[in-house]
C-alpha cells in the first residue's frame, strides 16, 4: 500500500549527463534495501533532465528514505553532477497498481 511519494527532479551539469546516469543507476541497491520504500524508479525525461520518482505507505518512511544513502550520496555529488539543486516534490497517493494490487491507499478507503 503506498499513500505518500516523492518526485525528484535533476538537470545534469553539462558533460556530466553520463555520470548522472550511471549515479542513478547505481542508488537501486540502496532503494531495494530500504523497507519502507514501496516503490522506486530513477528516470531519464530527456539528455540532460533526470529524476527520481518514489513511493511510501506513509510519512515516516518517506523521511527515513529522504534520511538515507540515496540522499546522502545525491548530497554528496550534487556539486559535481547538478546544474542546479533537486527539485524535490512530495505528493499524495490516490490511487495505485503494484504487483499483486490495485488498491486504494488507506487514507482514502
Known sequence: MVNVG?????EAKPGK????????RAQLSY????????AWFAIKLDAKTFGIF???PDENASQAHLAGEIA?????????????????????VLAAKLP???EVPDSLG
Open 54 to 56: 518514489d513511493a511510501f
Open 100 to 102: 499483486g494490487n490495485g
Open 17 to 24: 549527463e553520463k555520470e548522472l546516469e550511471e549515479f542513478l
Open 72 to 92: 546522502k550520496g545525491l548530497g554528496a555529488q550534487a556539486a559535481n553532477l547538478l546544474a542546479q539543486p533537486p527539485n524535490i516534490e512530495k505528493f499524495a
Open 6 to 10: 516523492l518526485q525528484v527532479r535533476l
Open 31 to 38: 532503494a531495494v534495501g530500504e523497507p519502507g520504500t514501496t
